[in-house]
Structure formats: C-alpha cells, structure tokens
T-cell receptor, first 116, second 112 residues
Framework: GAGVSQSPRYKVAKRGQDVALRCDPISGHVSLFWYQQALGQGPEFLTYFQNEAQLDKSGLPSDRFFAERPEGSVSTLKIQRTQQEDSAVYLC??????????????FGPGTRLTVT | AQSVTQLGSHVSVSEGALVLLRCNYSSSVPPYLFWYVQYPNQGLQLLLKYTTGATLVKGINGFEAEFKKSETSFHLTKPSAHMSDAAEYFCAVSQGNTPLVFGKGTRLSVIA
C-alpha cells in the first residue's frame, strides 16, 4: 500500500474486554514499531519487530499487552482485560531498514482506544 | 539512556513571523534526530531528520533545523509562519533503527 494503515481507527471497549489492534506496514518494510500516545503527551515505545522476530518488548506496560507479527508483515497488538488507563492512541510505524538506510519511520494514523 | 526535552508546551506566533521550536536531547552515542508534525486525529509526519553530515537540515514545508552537538540541541525554525503550520510538533531521538524517544511535544498556534 501507499502508507501504513491501522484498523480500527476508533475503538470503544468496556473495562475488562479484550481488544485487538491491527497494523499493515508499508510493503517490504522490515521493521515495525508500536507506540502508545496518551492525551497531551508524546508517543512512548511499546514494542519492536524485525521481520517476525520481536526484538524488544520492554515498553509493554503489563502482561495484559501482547503483540505479534507471525509472517513478518501485518502486526496485531492485543490488550487483554482492558483498564481505563489503557485509553490512548496506539500508533504503528514501519521502516525499511535495509543496511545504510536512514531508518526513517513512517507512521500510521493510529487507533484511538477509549475504555469506559 | 536517551531523552528529549522540548521547551514550551505551547508556542503562539503571528502569521508571517519566525517560528522557533526548541529541542534539547541527551544521548550517550551519536544521535539520529527527527522532527515530526501531528495534525488533529492524524498520525505523525516526518518534517526532517539529521543522521550524519551537514548539520543544517532542510525539511518539508519550509522548515529547517540545525544540529548543534556542543549545545545538544536540534531547534526547528521556519522564517515565516503560515496558518496551515498550526499543529503539534514532536522532536525525537534514536540510535538508528531503534525505537524513537519523543519529547512531550509543542503545540504551535498561528494567529492571523
């Protein structure tokens, strides 16, 4: 595709529900990043994939958060038993990372999650 | 560890005036530096980046930034503000293909 796409764009969940957020990176991009952006704040790193390998998940706030990228393209961020503090915009970014590239990350429009 | 400080959570300028958004970083290794812009309900769009080489980098929409190692700064400027520049601006640092560390952002308002 032309850019990074994310779905759904908006998600309202009742506290305790599980949610799944999808990211379609730019075709051919090796690296994929998830960030969480709370209202009025800058994005904060959650987790990072290179192809299908999850290289860093140090930013995941709790074991309720889980991410996967099984075939090295589409990624899903899953949040189990959602809490109100999970309300945020979840941003996905991809980068080419082809050795010698400038490592520019391209961002999707985000999924705004509201937990009620 | 890397960190970014953006001075001023909100900057207001008149249309046609100089835009100056401040960014200072902390990094133990040579940094890669970025400025992103975010319009309401949209993702982040890259304005410009510094990786290596020339310290004055030019980006889209007439923006530019200068990497000053001695001051650990990467301030964003534009000579003449336009109404369409009103948005949230984020400075970020990385070590290459690593997660970005963002500042808290600066909201730019442009007054007619």
């Amino acid at each position: 595709g032309a850019g990074v796409s994310q779905s759904p764009r908006y998600k309202v969940a009742k506290r305790g529900q599980d949610v799944a957020l999808r990211c379609d990176p730019i075709s051919g991009h090796v690296s994929l990043f998830w960030y969480q952006q709370a209202l009025g704040q800058g994005p904060e790193f959650l987790t990072y994939f290179q192809n299908e390998a999850q290289l860093d998940k140090s930013g995941l706030p709790s074991d309720r958060f889980f991410a996967e990228r099984p075939e090295g393209s589409v990624s899903t961020l899953k949040i189990q038993r959602t809490q109100q503090e999970d309300s945020a915009v979840y941003l996905c970014a991809s980068s080419l990372f082809a050795g010698g590239s400038s490592y520019e990350q391209y961002f999707g429009p985000g999924t705004r999650l509201t937990v009620t | 560890a890397q960190s970014v400080t953006q001075l001023g959570s909100h900057v207001s300028v008149s249309e046609g005036a100089l835009v100056l958004l401040r960014c200072n970083y902390s990094s133990s290794v040579p940094p890669y530096l970025f400025w992103y812009v975010q319009y309401p309900n949209q993702g982040l769009q890259l304005l410009l980046k510094y990786t290596t080489g020339a310290t004055l980098v030019k980006g889209i929409n007439g923006f530019e930034a200068e990497f000053k190692k001695s001051e650990t700064s990467f301030h964003l400027t534009k000579p003449s503000a336009h109404m369409s520049d009103a948005a949230e601006y984020f400075c970020a640092v990385s070590q290459g293909n690593t997660p970005l560390v963002f500042g808290k952002g600066t909201r730019l308002s442009v007054i007619a």
